[in-house]
């Protein structure tokens, strides 16, 4: 299986910040790696796939980067409504795996 | 616009088989542009893959859950289903049903997700 470890596992951040969390997988999965956005009570929204491609209507602020086994989730001025957990996943095999979240808080 | 809805029991009993159908509108589950996943997500903790089936009716479980898992399709209902066996309290999650375009190979469309509880 691959693994997937995210960094940090929370963090405070105030509005306006730059925000970045880091997911490595524990062999390389290419660019086949997506982030997803949880608020509390509801779904998922997947924000980001193939690494660095952001989904149609998703703000700007929000970029990915990273190939191979390590990948970035850059929130370049974190506003209100960013205050969520953030989830990588991949899909380089046929069996995918979530991170175990990063939980951005306010500061 | 595609919807997908789930629906089942909320209480299961350990040992039992947990059954979950989800309902798909909007678009078809004959589809070979999607996937067709379960995913789920423990009290207060993070997801976790559960499976998912295609069109053609393959399907590619998570190895820690493959023994006690079936997805199924049914194209006339344009549902698709999850079947967990021998449930125990460690199965007690939300449970989300979900479509994955194949060319990316993540989620876009999300159920709301239903809380099953495993309890005697």
């Known amino acids: 299986d691959i693994q997937m470890t995210q960094s940090p596992s929370s963090l405070s951040a105030s509005v306006g910040d730059r925000v970045s969390i880091t997911c490595r997988a524990s062999?390389?999965?290419?660019?086949?790696l997506n982030w997803y956005q949880q608020k509390p009570g509801k779904a998922p929204k997947l924000l980001i796939y193939?690494?660095?491609t952001l989904l149609s209507g998703v703000p700007s602020r929000f970029s990915g980067s990273g190939s191979g086994t390590d990948f970035t989730l850059t929130i370049s001025s974190l506003q209100s409504e960013d205050f969520a957990t953030y989830y990588c996943?991949?899909?380089?095999?046929?069996?995918?795996?979530f991170g175990q979240g990063t939980k951005v808080e306010i500061k | 616009q595609v919807q997908l809805q789930e629906s089942g029991p909320g209480l299961v009993k350990p040992s039992q088989t947990l059954s979950l159908p989800c309902s798909v509108s909007?678009?078809?589950?004959?589809?070979?542009?999607?996937?067709w996943s379960w995913i789920r997500q423990h009290p207060g903790k993070g997801l976790e893959w559960i499976g998912y089936?295609?069109?053609?009716?393959?399907?590619y479980y998570n190895p820690s859950l493959k023994s006690r898992v079936t997805i199924s399709l049914d194209t006339s209902k344009n549902q698709f289903s999850l079947r967990l066996r021998s449930v125990t309290a460690a199965d007690t999650a939300v449970y989300y049903c979900?479509?994955?375009?194949?060319?990316?190979?993540?989620?876009?469309?999300w159920g709301q997700g239903t809380l099953v509880t495993v309890s005697s």
């Open positions: 979900a479509r994955a375009p194949v060319q990316v190979a993540g989620v876009d469309y």
């Open positions: 089936i295609y069109y053609n009716g393959n399907t």
């Open positions: 193939d690494a660095s």
């Open positions: 909007g678009v078809s589950i004959s589809s070979a542009a999607y996937y």
């Open positions: 996943q991949q899909s380089s095999s046929t069996t995918w795996t």
């Open positions: 062999q390389s999965i290419y660019t086949y």
